[in-house]
């Protein structure tokens, strides 16, 4: 075994590697850019070595940085994580010519499989059942729509290079192809260097069900089982489960071996995915070979209560794997659901942003968080916007989505917007409840997952009021305390004058609603009086914003943070966000700036898609934002007109810069 491994990347699995790392006693050195000085991967290892500035490119894929990190400090083998360099060869190559191991397979496999039209090539040479699609090398517009038309639309534009949904478009007619096509090799351009595409037939609600395979340098190779991966956005997993719901004994044999005979096939070492698209026949296709760790590896972990981080570092080390297929199985059911700093109601626009507060359920035997960040921390635009990844696992199925629910609940996240709310929808959707799954449930799904903003319960408004009063006699204790003359009667907020008690007024603004609470002090505790009703409350704030309640004799347990003006309410499930308004300086709703298309977070302008003076109509597609790693494209609000474009293509944009002027038409 290594006595010091190096951790070519950041963030949550960084993070996991090297506490499996320090399990087994070997010592770890992170890598980190100047962005991630203070991120949290970069305090938890033994060593760390800055490699350059944020950009990933001057950074966590600058080769020659990571090998002179590693001569630096002396490490032995390199854990590649999953992204950046995890699937790139010349990687593996470097580390092998400078005596270093690559904790991943030999390169002659990620070159085999690293680009997906050569990689299905192989899988039929194999046998491996694959989709109707064409994987050639010829790449001119027409021919690849020639090919369209011939398989059928709908068909799938894949980067050939790409993972992670990016490069990847359906298209269902031939009106759209050219523009989805151009559209996909700037993307695949951008994310792996490399615009070559593949088209395949769009299976109409197939599944997604990969299988984790592991294979060592004396000739063994075994699977680890299934995970259902078909709840995604944008071709990406949002939710995944292991066991795959539905599966029968015969099909999971079936698709194991067919993962086993495609590791086969390219000479695996190590451990890596098989993908499968699987139509509702239960006809299988081979998709996509991932040759690296994946993102969803701990819903594995769960079932088989395996560390599959300390069975790469022994494949690595030489060591045979620890067990044969026939010693493997499968115990209960786990899920993972993928936090991410992404406003859902908004197409899962990515956010940014610093964490004020941050506090993951409390992990157990059925529960787990794999992060990368705490409370403080900054999600930056240069990385992907996952926040955490949050496992659970139960003896069956429903236990363990009801474990979810709850441990959802439990999230509580201020400072970046998350998708946190919306994967409670999601894991409560009686689609998702009873496994009816495909890749297009989200999409199918849409009114149930995406209801129409209503008024926080009553409950809420007092809860957030509560706070507020709380807020202030705690810290007119702490002054006292603090104070030469703690005991003094001016400390006092109990709201007694000499002429009565005072009342004080609390304005509040939740959405579009707005509520006048008043105030009046009785005792330990207050009356509320708003909307015609009258509620004792009272309660007890602790500094982690736990606020233990009690409203008209019902006693219950919420948490409130308080964050500039914003004060985000979680409460029985689900959480709410109001904005706390001084009655003094209230003036009324504010007015929007008007006039323009501003950017939703900092990015690149790829594409201007109309003429300043063009007249457009409602949603006609105007500007192509690339940022955290996706394109973004802005639409018209309204019909109207371009009057000028404010930046080129290429150019960097800040968060709220005003893209273009634009005229609403009269």
């Known amino acids: 075994m290594f006595n010091k491994i190096l951790i070519a990347n950041r963030g949550e699995i960084a993070c996991r590697v090297i506490r499996t790392a320090r399990r087994l006693g070997l010592r770890t050195v992170a890598v980190y850019s100047e962005a991630d000085r203070a991120a949290r991967h970069v305090r938890m290892a033994d060593e760390a070595v800055c490699i350059g500035p944020a950009p990933a490119r001057e950074s966590y894929l600058a080769i020659d940085r990571i090998i002179a990190a590693c001569q630096a400090t002396g490490a032995e083998a390199v854990h590649p994580g999953y992204g950046f360099l995890s699937e790139n060869e ?26 997906k039209s050569e990689s299905k090539k192989l899988m039929e040479k194999a046998g491996v059942p694959l989709t109707p699609g064409y994987h050639g090398d010829e790449q001119a517009p027409d021919f690849l729509r020639a090919q369209a038309e011939a398989i059928g639309y709908p068909v799938l534009i894949k980067a050939s290079a790409g993972g992670g949904g990016k490069g990847m478009r359906v298209v269902w007619n031939g009106e759209e192809f050219a523009a989805a096509l151009a559209s996909c090799q700037r993307e695949a351009a951008a994310s792996f260097g490399d615009d070559h595409v593949l088209i395949e037939k769009y299976l109409q609600r197939p599944r997604h069900i990969e299988f984790q395979i592991f294979a060592d340098t004396h000739g063994n190779v075994v699977h680890l089982f299934e995970r259902d991966c078909s709840v995604q956005r944008r071709h990406q997993k949002v939710l995944e489960e292991a066991p795959a719901p539905g599966m029968t004994p015969e099909r999971r044999a079936a698709m194991g071996q067919a993962a086993i005979d495609a590791a086969r096939a390219v000479g695996y070492v190590g451990a890596g995915t098989v993908e499968f698209i699987v139509e509702p026949s239960g006809a299988f296709y081979f998709m996509e070979m991932n040759t690296r760790l994946q993102v969803e590896h701990p819903v594995t972990e769960m079932i088989t209560g395996l560390d599959l981080v300390e069975w790469q570092l022994r494949v690595a080390a030489g060591e045979p794997l620890p067990l044969r297929q026939e010693q493997l199985s499968i115990r209960g059911h786990a899920l993972e659901a993928r936090v991410y700093a992404e406003d859902a109601d908004k197409g899962f626009l990515p956010a940014t942003g610093r964490l004020v507060h941050f506090a993951p359920p409390a992990e157990s035997l059925n529960v787990r968080v794999d992060t990368g960040v705490e409370a403080g921390d900054e999600i930056s635009p240069h990385y992907d916007p996952m926040i955490s990844k949050l496992i659970v696992w139960d003896e069956n199925r429903e236990r363990a989505r009801v474990r979810l629910l709850q441990a959802l609940a439990d999230f509580r996240i201020v400072g970046v917007t998350s998708n946190v709310g919306f994967l409670s929808r999601l894991v409560a959707c009686p689609a998702f409840v009873s496994a009816s799954l495909d890749t297009g449930l989200i999409e199918r ?148 700036a008007e006039g323009g298309l501003t950017a939703p977070m900092p990015g690149k302008v790829i594409a201007l898609l109309a003429e300043p003076g063009a007249r457009v109509e409602k949603g006609a597609p105007l500007v192509v934002l690339e940022a955290m790693k996706m394109e973004h494209t802005l639409i018209a609000p309204a019909a109207g007109t371009v009057k000028a474009f404010n930046y080129a293509v290429g150019e960097q944009v800040a968060d709220g810069a005003e893209l273009l002027e634009f005229e609403p038409s009269r």
């Open 445 to 592: 799904e849409q009114a149930f997952l995406f209801p129409a903003e209503s008024t926080p319960p009553r409950e809420a408004w007092l809860l957030a009021a509560l706070a507020e009063l709380l807020r202030d006699r705690n810290f007119a204790r702490a002054h006292a305390q603090a104070s030469a003359d703690p005991h003094s009667p001016w400390h006092l907020r109990d709201g007694w004058r000499a002429n009565g008690m005072a009342r004080r007024a609390i304005l509040l603004r939740a959405g579009a609603s707005e509520k006048r609470l008043v105030a009046a002090y009785a005792g330990d505790g207050f009356v509320l009086d708003g909307d015609g009703q009258t509620t004792a409350v009272a309660g007890e704030l602790h500094d982690d914003g736990a606020l233990l309640a009690d409203l008209g004799g019902r006693r219950v347990n919420a948490t409130v943070i308080a964050a500039g003006e914003k004060r985000h309410v979680f409460f029985d499930g689900m959480s709410f966000v109001f904005a706390a308004i001084d009655p003094l300086f209230h003036a009324g709703e504010g007015s929007g």
């Open 90 to 115: 010349a990687f593996a190559e470097a580390c092998a010519a400078h005596g270093i191991v690559f904790i991943g397979p030999p390169p002659a496999a990620i070159r085999a499989m690293g680009l």
